[in-house]
Nanobody, 115 residues
Framework: QVQLVESGGGLVQAGGSLRLSCAAS????????MAWFRQAPGKQREFVAL???????KYADSVKGRFTISRDNAKNTLYLQMNSLKPEDTAVYYC?????????WGQGTQVTVSS
């Protein structure tokens, strides 16, 4: 079993920054891909960023150049550094891990960007 707990969300003004964290517990390896998704009110959950061993990090076009995904394998923690935030980045952000052909999700953390 894998458990994911996000933190770091909050209210920030446009142009500001936040860093999200996702603490993973259970059997998860550095070779397992991990990602961030987000879901805005009334919209479907969408991909934000992915990190996996052996490939370059992937980003949604809407966040390229502003967000950076990273992980600390020693701490079993995934991060999302978000800079130059925009009101349209407002959403619940979810951590995802793909382990042994199964998708695991955290409970989400709210990010609100005011204009």
């Amino acid at each position: 079993q894998v458990q994911l707990v996000e933190s770091g969300g909050g209210l920030v003004q446009a142009g500001g920054s936040l860093r999200l964290s996702c603490a993973a517990s259970g059997t998860i390896f550095s070779t397992n891909s991990m990602a961030w998704f987000r879901q805005a009110p009334g919209k479907q959950r969408e991909f934000v960023a992915l990190i996996a061993s052996g490939i370059s990090a992937k980003y949604a076009d809407s966040v390229k150049g502003r967000f950076t995904i990273s992980r600390d394998n020693a701490k079993n923690t995934l991060y999302l550094q978000m800079n130059s935030l925009k009101p349209e980045d407002t959403a619940v952000y979810y951590c995802n891990a793909f382990v042994r052909a199964h998708d695991y999700w955290g409970q989400g953390t709210q990010v609100t960007v005011s204009s």
